[in-house]
């Protein structure tokens, strides 16, 4: 079983926090306490939203958690956080999964916790969606707070699921389960992040466009920079297009300024978006350059959309969090550059709404991350896409670290990264090493 002392370098920092949970040692939570609805309900902070049935007579909750607005004042002001679990079984291992946006309200069942036949654990990101701590007032969204979140969640559950837990999340997510990892690595016995990103140094462009001048093939990389210049040359029509689309919609360009702004964004982001869920498959399907206006305008919408206020919203957390301590993914657009108006909205500064106070950018945190990872990260999987533009700048292994791995699944996307697509010995390793930090053995 894992160490349950919490380490020196974050005791001080969360020790309100701990505070704050107070009462889930002295609930009646142990293993002979009744029903685990009950049991967990009995949990000072947690409340139920619903539940719902789950496959082979495993139950799903939908949760409510009391947080703190803000971990460093653990006795100030509180929001309402939702929180899923896929109960299994108490005695099997805990996958806590995280996706770095909204919450899955239906259950499902990530890969590690069909691979280990565990529970999952699953929390809506601050500020996400009906976890939202404050409209206004943004400075508590960084990766510090979410991963206390995430820190409070386990110690109010950890009485029940006694086994251990692996931290997970695809994407955001995968980065949220490395952070996590980081700042309290007694929580889990170890780490599985998806296709997550590590971008320390955003305007280093050179890794994106790497990618994009190799992925695929030159004819379907040719087809894609032709569509994008030829989308911006007709401007003054695409633009008319968006703006009708826009009033029959009750669409609305206040965070961007414009329809013409928020055209721009279609095109210029083309080349990422086709190769985050897309194959060389998919290559046939992209427009000529002398197809309609019209059906251009249809393909970007569908590939790429928009940069309108309805589009924009429910990811506006992401912007803020890319703007100030993330960093957006920036790659050359030189094929285009001419025809380029609003250069600014290479940055995700561009998409958080007025009425937000921006810091300024700092990703210190990231970078110590990064090291961390390289010179001291322990069971660490990293699975990775080769077809993913994410990939391009990864979390990477060194000499400092333990037990630490970075795969990458042969042609696959963003969507399609997973343990089960890798090479077959890297599955094998892949599944033997989760297995084992999960405390069942490498042999399923």
Known sequence: MRHRKRCLATAVAIAGASAFVGGPALADTGPDA???????????GISLIEEKPAENGDRFFLLEFTQPVDH???????????????????????????????????????????????????????????????????????????????????????????????????????????????YFPQDTAGAVAYVAPSNTNRDDTRAYDDFLNTVGTPECRAALEDLEREALLRRDEMVGLHTAWAEENGATFETVGSADASFESGPAMLRWAFWQTSTTADCADIPETTSSTQEIYDY????????????????????????????????????????????????????????????????????????????????????????????????????GDRDAYVLTAPDANHVQTSIGALAPDDRELATGELREWAGLGTEG
């Open 72 to 182: 460093r004042d653990p006795d100030g002001e509180t929001f309402q956080q939702r929180v899923s679990l896929l109960h299994t079984d108490e005695e099997r291992p805990t996958v806590f999964w995280t996706g770095g946006y909204w919450i899955n309200t239906r259950p499902a069942y990530s890969e590690p916790t069909r691979l280990l036949g565990g529970n999952e654990v699953g929390m809506e990101h601050r500020f996400f969606m009906e976890s939202v701590p404050s409209e206004d007032d943004w400075s508590t969204l960084d990766i510090w707070q979410a991963a206390s979140d995430q820190h409070r969640v386990h110690e109010a559950l950890d009485d029940i699921y006694a086994e251990e837990w692996i931290a997970s999340g695809r994407s955001k997510g995968g980065m949220m389960a490395t952070y996590y990892r980081y």
């Open 34 to 44: 009744g029903d685990i609805r009950d049991r967990v309900l009995a949990i000072p």
């Open 300 to 399: 970007l919408a569908a590939t790429t959309g928009f940069g309108s206020d309805q589009e924009l919203s429910a990811s506006a957390p992401y912007y803020y969090q890319a703007a100030t301590q993330l960093g957006n993914p920036v790659y050359s657009i030189d094929h285009i550059d001419d025809l380029v108006r609003y250069p600014e909205q290479l940055y995700s500064a561009a998409f958080v709404p007025d009425h937000i106070e921006l810091p300024e950018f700092n990703n210190r945190e990231i970078i110590s991350i990064d090291r961390w990872v390289r010179a001291k990260g322990s069971r660490l999987l990293f699975v990775n896409g080769e077809n993913d533009p994410w990939s391009a700048k990864p979390f990477t292994v060194g000499p």
